[in-house]
């Protein structure tokens, strides 16, 4: 089992930065694939971005390609979402999560935890 605490949301306005952290404790953070998932009110939650275990691959939807970076400290556990540019349409509450499988790479969300934590709310105002 994996816990994982995000943090780092806000209010900002459009154009904007955050930096969104995700830290993993209970077990081998450099085993998993991590990803970053929004939910905005009244949609499905979505990935939003993904890397693999070492890092080397990453994902990113197109909705954010270009203005969100995703990278990870496993020397830290912590995984991070760097968010540029913000629209209005980014708002959401982000969670992060771990793949289930170890050494596995899956842009699918059924993949990735089924016990998702609070999220950190992004509000991003026009």
């Known amino acids: 089992q994996v816990q994982l605490v995000e943090s780092g949301g806000g209010l900002v306005q459009a154009g904007g930065s955050l930096r969104l952290s995700c830290a993993a404790s209970?077990?081998?953070?450099?085993?998993?694939?991590m990803g970053w998932f929004r939910q905005a009110p009244g949609k499905e939650r979505e990935l939003v971005a993904a890397i693999s275990w070492r890092g080397s691959s990453t994902y990113y939807a197109g909705s954010v390609k270009g203005r969100f970076t995703i990278s990870r400290d496993n020397a830290k556990n912590t995984v991070y979402l760097q968010m540029n540019s913000l629209k209005p349409e980014d708002t959401a509450v982000y969670y992060c999560a771990a793949d289930k499988v170890a050494w596995h790479y899956s842009l699918t969300i059924n993949s990735y935890t089924d016990d998702w934590g609070q999220g950190t709310q992004v509000t991003v105002s026009s």
């Open positions: 209970g077990r081998t953070f450099s085993n998993y694939a």
